[in-house]
């Protein structure tokens, strides 16, 4: 008789909840995570409210933090009872995708015109956790491809600091490297949610001297200068644009970067840039995005638009989690509030209304 445990699973559109669900089984290939923090991603709120399609029984989330409870007989290199990550983006790294450099695209696949009625690309991707299989929201979890994926936590860096590192601030820091930034540079983050702020700290990092960030939030903005912003501007107290092109001289921005996923932030941050500036894009936007021809430059202003998804694999994760055990970073005060796995609705409800200055929440089960 299989050994049960607790997991939170998209039921229908409007309803996540607790259930009873087996504790995997162990492939040669894999590794069971005995989970002891996740966390809540804006993601699996559009999962929640049936905006983005998942299998019905599907354990939810994609942030695991853990302790390694039972190893694959083909994955070395690790030990149980090790604490370990894993990337919200967990490629195998056998496809094209991953072999030709984006690693994050690993199961993407083109569509033939015509078929379902459609064609283009389908970014199903690397992820896989609370996608293609069971996440993260539970006691446990079976993580794929484990010699690719497990990354061990360094010692002394508690749960809250490395909760950011599967996906948040991988994505938030993949916005700063696309955004081509050079020391000394001029970027501007447009929206100041936990991604936004961990393109903020990127910016800083990657050796931007002036950061300007934009949201309507003024909690937020003060935890952004808190993360390397230098200037801060309330997109309901003034016009950004006008703002930006002031603080630059007229010059322009070098580099901007698009965290909210909305068309007036995509076209406001194509506005700032400079003639040959960059236009770094992590927003996941819902419809057709339209380009306004006299900031484009009629598409002879030399402008670059780079799009991102989250990078995973232990690589990236060992990176992150170096630049937070050095001391340089921590992100710990993105984590507002905590609660028990029990209590998970609850903590949906929260995060879903964005009340009480919310901005991560710790899940723990147990």
Known sequence: MSRMMK?????????????????????????????????????????LKGEYPVAKGLTVGHEPVGVIEKLGSAVVGYTEGQRVIAGAICPNFNSYAAQDGVPSQDGSYLVPQGLCGCHGYKATAGWRFGNLIDGTQAEYVLVPDAQANLAPIPDGLTDEQVLMCPDIMSTGFRGAENANIRIGDTVV?????????????????????????VDGNDHRLGISKQLGADITLNHNTCD??????????????????????????????????????T????????????????AFAAGLGDH??????????????????????????????????????????????????QRDGVLKVAIKPG
């Open 7 to 47: 997991a939170a699973i998209f039921i229908e559109p409007g309803r996540i909840e607790l259930a009873d669900k087996p504790i995997p089984d162990v492939g040669p290939n894999d590794a069971l995570v005995r989970i002891t923090t996740t966390t809540i991603c804006g993601t699996d709120v559009h999962i």
């Open 279 to 294: 236009l770094s894009s992590l927003g996941v936007y819902s419809e057709d995005l339209t380009i306004p021809l006299s």
């Open 189 to 213: 983050v447009f929206a100041q949610g936990p991604i936004g702020l961990c393109a903020t700290a990127g910016a800083r990092l990657m050796g931007a001297s002036t950061i300007i960030t």
């Open 304 to 353: 670059k638009i780079n799009t991102a998804l989250c990078p995973g694999g232990k690589e990236r994760m060992r990176r992150l989690m170096n630049v937070l055990a050095s001391g340089r970073l921590d992100l710990g005060v993105m984590v507002t509030h905590h609660y028990a796995l029990d209590d998970i609705a609850k903590a949906y409800d929260l995060f879903a209304h």
């Open 240 to 277: 950004v644009v006008d703002e930006i092109m002031k603080l630059t001289g007229g010059r322009g921005a070098d580099a901007s970067i698009e965290a909210l996923g909305l068309q007036s932030t995509f076209a406001s941050a194509l506005r700032v840039l400079k003639p040959g500036g």
